[in-house]
């Protein structure tokens, strides 16, 4: 999924009367997105404009720091201007992140709202625009067989129905029958405790490698301990990337 992170300093209290719940994403219609944008824009709380997406911003952090290439598969709207999105989006990209197989679509760049509250946590409000379009159809099976790892996150998996869903399985089951490696970030304890049943199914059909924070993994698991829940994680997968905040990361396999 292609995303533009809007960056906006934001309270508690305007938190509440969006109705969007603390520290996780959710989505949110478009005449919402515009009234919040207009809103920090006219308060001028608005601190930065840039790429994101959970597997956006890893992709362009490992091929920075590698000097490696990796793809990137979304959609994007089909007419780009100067100064737009999507043209920020492209424009801050890292090089060696290939956007050869992006598809263009009539609907805008998804937008991500990332309010930052006092305390320095990060609340998200998204409208999909075009991010759920992703036509299977359009991606060449060679790249497929030919990467070293897949990498995709519960997003993807919101909207169980979505193309961007059905897309993303069939590509998991292409990797697969390949032997390639599939990284599952968990990405959100909201979303998986909305798909708890379905993201179990994909994770131990498809998955060797999972990521993500003790809030994720105890929504995952039911365990609270991050010790506890990588045993639990290896019993489903091979490898596990848990974060604890302050504590740091947890690595286990």
Same mark, same amino acid.
């Given at each position: 999924q292609l995303i533009i992170d809007i960056v906006v300093e934001a309270c508690d209290d305007e938190l509440s009367s969006w109705a969007l719940e603390k520290a996780q994403s959710s989505i949110v219609s478009d005449e919402l997105m515009d009234k919040m944008y207009y809103y920090y824009k006219e308060k001028e709380k608005i601190t930065g404009v840039y790429p994101g997406?959970?597997?956006?911003?890893?992709?362009?952090?490992?091929?920075?720091?590698?000097? %490696?290439?990796?793809?990137?598969? #979304? =959609?994007?709207?089909? @007419?780009?201007e100067v100064g737009d999105y999507s043209f920020s989006y492209i424009c801050a990209t890292n090089a060696n992140v290939k956007l050869n197989?992006?598809?263009?679509?009539?609907?805008?760049?998804?937008?991500?709202?990332?309010?930052?509250?006092?305390?320095?946590?990060? %609340?998200?409000?998204?409208?999909? #625009? =075009?991010?759920?379009? @992703?036509?299977?159809?359009?991606?060449?099976?060679e790249l497929i067989h030919h990467t070293s790892m897949i990498l995709l996150s519960s997003y993807i998996l919101r909207d169980t129905?979505?193309?961007?869903?059905?897309?993303?399985?069939?590509?998991?089951?292409?990797?697969?029958?390949?032997?390639?490696?599939?990284a599952f970030s968990l990405a959100s304890a909201l979303i998986i405790r909305e798909k708890k049943e379905f993201i179990s199914q994909f994770v131990e059909k498809y998955c060797n490698v999972l990521a993500g924070n003790l809030d994720e993994a105890y929504a995952y698991t039911g365990l609270n301990d991050p010790l506890l829940a990588c045993e639990k994680l290896l019993d489903i997968v091979?490898?596990?990337?848990?974060?604890?905040?302050?504590?740091?990361?947890y690595i286990a396999s």
């Open positions: 997406g959970s597997i956006g911003n890893t992709l362009h952090n490992f091929s920075l720091l590698s000097d %490696t290439s990796s793809y990137a598969l #979304g =959609c994007i709207n089909k @007419l780009i197989h992006i598809q263009p679509k009539a609907k805008p760049l998804a937008r991500a709202l990332c309010l930052v509250t006092e305390d320095g946590e990060r %609340t998200f409000a998204i409208s999909r #625009g =075009c991010m759920d379009e @992703l036509d299977i159809n359009l991606i060449p099976r129905d979505s193309l961007i869903a059905k897309a993303s399985e069939k590509i998991c089951l292409e990797a697969k029958n390949k032997n390639i490696p599939i091979d490898f596990v990337l848990l974060t604890h905040g302050e504590k740091g990361l």
